[in-house]
């Protein structure tokens, strides 16, 4: 691809994309409607796989805070605290944002600060208008995001079931050194309270066609009021977004590339239908992308992403429903409370290195080293309750 690309968007998909071009001598332009200082509504949380996946570096030179400490609490507020091999990086996504988008600038991407207002097709290229101008481009680049307008133009939009609702709280005070994940009884979602650089960040996640903004907010505030004291949920500020959440089988048929045009990052859909994480698919996403349009091979995007890493997506999809299924969380808790072995499979379901697609064959290789562990704790009573959920784990986890 070699002539003149549009880009919109200038988060981590659109940024990473437009520095990998640029790098490579390709006419790239940038457009981005939000000014580098505003807050994003994001937790930064950047997991180990990034690191190890992608050509983002480690020690980012950037206000960066490892979190080693997770606490899970379960429904019934039983809770295990586990010490992540891998920590996790957060950053604010400002200063990430900020970042991302100077090495490209660095390379010559040209940056416009306006919102994209229309593309529309002329020719064998495209117009894109923004703010007072109207410029001609010869492939377009979809990397804003979830309301993503690129999207709504040349492919589906997203319907509820294909995202989660976000909303919460930046909090001054909360003084937590590890990042707290609260699961409720048959709620399909989580909320967190993730520590950050200048503050922490407190909210909650649930799946949109199933939950409405005031539902998940009261939900938050029942946990947080129960957690944390009134001086300290003082001072807060409120966001909500939406994370793309995606169900079982879309992976494989993901509408992200077509004539001219492509999606990246949020805007495609991609992110882990679980946990919302997304700042990891955006750049690997960006990744593949800028390989395909450098060596003109774009008719391959979609099946490249699909074996990077859409196949785990679409595992994760189909383990969604069992995982938030009363049960599951409640009795993981109980056997990482009981010891190391299955606190080790959750500290790599953090980093990333434990796979959706392999983690029914290490459940099933835990089980003896769970119930040892369940064995030394000598509380019997959570043994039959523990084994009958780990035979359950296993057996719900179709197919191998
Ligand atoms: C509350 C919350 C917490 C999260 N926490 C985490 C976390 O801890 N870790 C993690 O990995 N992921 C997290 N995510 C998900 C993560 O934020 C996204 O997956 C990630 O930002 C996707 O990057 P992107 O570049 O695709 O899109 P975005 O980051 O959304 O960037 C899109 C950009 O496009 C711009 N834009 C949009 N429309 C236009 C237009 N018309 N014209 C010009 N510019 C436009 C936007 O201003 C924006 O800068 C969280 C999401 C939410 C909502």
């Known amino acids: 691809m070699s002539g003149k690309i549009a880009v919109i968007g200038a988060g981590p998909a659109g940024s990473h994309l437009s520095y990998l071009l640029s790098k490579n001598g390709r006419d790239v332009t940038v457009f981005e409607l939000k000014s580098p200082h505003k807050k994003k509504p994001c937790a930064g949380g950047l997991t180990y796989k990034l690191f190890s996946d992608t050509d983002i570096p480690e020690d980012l030179p950037i206000p960066a805070r490892r979190v080693r400490y997770s606490r899970i ?9 586990i010490t992540l091999q891998h920590p996790v990086t957060v950053v604010t996504r400002k200063d990430f944002d900020r970042y991302l988008l100077g090495r490209s ?16 097709r002329a020719g064998n290229g495209w117009v894109v ?13 979809g990397a804003d995001g979830i309301k993503s307008l690129v999207r709504n133009t040349v492919s589906v939009k997203f319907r509820t079931c294909e995202f989660y609702k976000a909303c919460g709280y930046y909090v001054k ?20 309270v993730f520590p950050g650089i200048e503050y922490a960040s407190a909210g909650i996640c649930g799946t949109g066609d199933k939950y409405r903004t005031p539902h998940l907010k009261a939900k938050l505030a029942e946990f947080l009021m129960r957690y944390y004291s009134k001086d300290q949920l003082k001072n807060k500020s409120p966001f909500s977004w939406f994370i793309p959440s995606m169900p079982l089988v879309n992976f494989n048929r993901l509408e992200i590339a077509g004539k001219n045009w492509a999606l990246a990052g949020d805007a495609a859909g991609l992110a882990d239908p679980i946990t919302g994480e997304g ?27 699909y074996e990077r890493f859409g196949q785990n ?25 009981a010891g190391p072995a299955m606190q080790a499979v959750l500290s790599d379901l953090y980093s990333g290195s434990q796979d959706y697609i392999s983690l029914k064959r290490r459940i099933v290789r835990s089980v003896l080293p769970c119930m040892k562990d369940v064995l030394c704790t000598k509380k019997w009573r959570n043994l039959g309750r523990a084994f009958g959920n780990v035979t359950q784990i296993a057996t719900k986890f179709r197919p191998w």
């Open 313 to 337: 997506l679409s595992r994760a999809a189909f383990l969604k429903n069992m995982f938030f299924a009363p049960g599951f969380i409640e009795n993981t808790v109980i056997l990482a409370r």
């Open 279 to 305: 700042i990891y698919y955006a750049i690997s996403s960006a990744e593949i992308l800028a390989t395909c349009l450098l060596a003109n091979t774009m008719e391959v995007y979609p099946s490249m992403i």
């Open 73 to 81: 609490v379960s429904w019934d507020d039983t809770y295990v605290d």
């Open 173 to 192: 005070e909360l003084g937590e050194d590890k990042i707290v994940i609260k699961f409720f009884h048959g709620f399909h979602g989580y909320a967190w």
């Open 129 to 141: 208008s923004a703010g007072a101008t109207s410029e001609q481009y010869d492939f377009i680049i």
């Open 105 to 120: 600038l660095k390379f010559g991407t040209r940056l416009i600060n306006s919102r994209v207002k229309s593309v529309e």
